[in-house]
């Protein structure tokens, strides 16, 4: 049973570029959320997707935009790159529905902007 | 808003029992996480207290308090392996994005 997948694990990028990071969540999850992680500091939402629709978001800027596919996948875009978007973004998946706290966590793209 | 406080460092020995406290401002939320992670790696699901009281996983366990705002992570029997950081999350009412706090490193020494 395959985890949460992340790719890529690591990218470069320079200010002002644009980046889209992947994540397939754990089979039979349809529920995908992002954070990202600065050093030293703990997971920030960043938003989450459900039937394809963005359920919830944190307060990240529209720089901040992300998709699901039909089969669960995900996409994390971010525009127009600042140095302080260099962090380690992580996918979580879960079921919908509260009252469990789970999720479960990919190993993280780490970004770092130049 | 929601907002969660942890101390950002832990000390112990091997063998030893740990507490990890948790503070918190939320208008609502359905429960408390608690998560592990090592360096580099993804956090890991350790606990989660929906009612007040104890909840006991091995040698982990997680209490809550919601008349206090506050919780904790008990650590007993301290390994090396423990040495990682600690994050105590809640699950919001309004959906089930979890809220992280910042996080405390727990380093465990022989």
């Known amino acids: 049973d395959a985890g949460v997948t992340q790719s890529p694990t690591h990218l470069i990028k320079t200010r002002g570029q644009q980046v889209t990071l992947r994540c397939s969540p754990k089979?039979?999850?349809?529920?995908v959320s992002w954070y990202q992680q600065a050093l030293g500091q703990g997971p920030q939402f960043i938003f989450q997707?459900?039937?394809?629709?963005?359920?919830q978001r944190g307060n990240f800027p529209d720089r901040f935009s992300g998709h699901q596919f039909p089969n669960y996948s995900s996409e994390l875009n971010v525009n127009a790159l600042l140095l302080g978007d260099s962090a380690l973004y992580l996918c979580a998946s879960s079921l919908p529905g509260q009252g469990s706290g789970e999720l479960f966590f990919g190993e993280g793209s780490r970004l770092t902007v130049l | 808003g929601q907002s969660l406080e942890q101390p950002s460092e832990v000390t112990a020995v091997e063998g030893a029992i740990v507490q990890i406290n948790c503070t918190y401002q939320t208008s609502g939320f359905y429960g408390l996480s608690w998560y592990q992670q090592h360096d580099g790696g993804a956090p890991t699901f350790l606990s989660y207290?929906?009612?007040?009281g104890l909840e006991e996983t091995g040698r982990f366990s997680s209490f809550l308090s919601r008349s206090d705002s506050y919780g904790y992570l008990l650590l007993q029997e301290l390994q090396m392996k423990d040495s990682a950081s600690y994050f105590c999350a809640v699950e919001g009412i309004s959906g089930t994005a979890l809220i992280f706090g910042k996080g405390t490193t727990l380093s465990v020494s022989s």
């Open positions: 089979s039979g999850h349809d529920t």
């Open positions: 997707y459900y039937e394809e629709e963005e359920r």
């Open positions: 207290n929906a009612l007040d």
